[in-house]
């Protein structure tokens, strides 16, 4: 009940001000989701650092995934993309913006979802943070953190030894 109460609040919140506060949600539980954040840009080589972060999502189930939205948290703000489709054992990208196809040209922009406000999150910390994804009722999807930069222009990547 709590789940359903506070996803409605927060779409009505969103209908109001265009925006969602951070989700306040138990980030213990454990995760029974199909999709694996199995890459993320925190620190662009580009620049505003913001507009070229990304991540990548990976669903492992046999089926297509749909969501109406999905919530984005990083602890700071939370944002959503809205209808989400993930085609079986495929890769999606989230990005904060269109200024992902400076760097890739050839990315395919059906694979390619957008976050409204151009910023995940209150965008990506370099040194240490956090994603989570939620879906429509507050259920935990995905979560990466980190805890030490990279280095300008290198991702984190999740090294998968078997996918079936």
């Known amino acids: 009940m709590f789940k359903r109460k ?3 609040l927060l779409q009505i919140f969103f209908l109001l001000t265009g925006s969602l506060p951070s989700l306040a ?3 213990t539980e454990s995760i029974s989701s199909p999709l694996l954040i199995t890459e993320v840009l925190f620190n662009p080589v ?10 990548e999502l990976y669903n492992l189930d046999p089926d297509d995934l749909e969501y109406p939205f999905i919530l984005i ?17 495929s890769f999606i990208l989230i990005a904060a913006s269109e200024q992902i196809f400076l760097e890739f040209p050839d990315l395919d922009p059906d694979l390619i979802y957008f ?22 009722e507050a259920n935990l999807l ?3 953190s980190w805890t ?8 984190l990547e999740l090294s998968l030894i078997h996918i079936s």
Do not use: C, M
């Open 46 to 55: 580009s620049s505003p650092e913001a507009g070229y972060e990304w991540f």
């Open 148 to 155: 030490k930069d990279t280095g300008n222009g290198y991702s």
């Open 6 to 8: 506070t996803i409605a």
């Open 25 to 27: 949600l138990d980030q």
């Open 142 to 144: 995905a979560e990466i």
């Open 115 to 136: 976050v409204p406000d151009g910023r995940i999150g209150n965008q990506l910390a370099n040194s240490s943070d956090e994603i989570y994804l939620y879906d429509h």
């Open 73 to 89: 948290d990083d602890g700071e703000t939370t944002d959503i993309i809205e209808d989400l489709f993930i085609p079986a054992y």
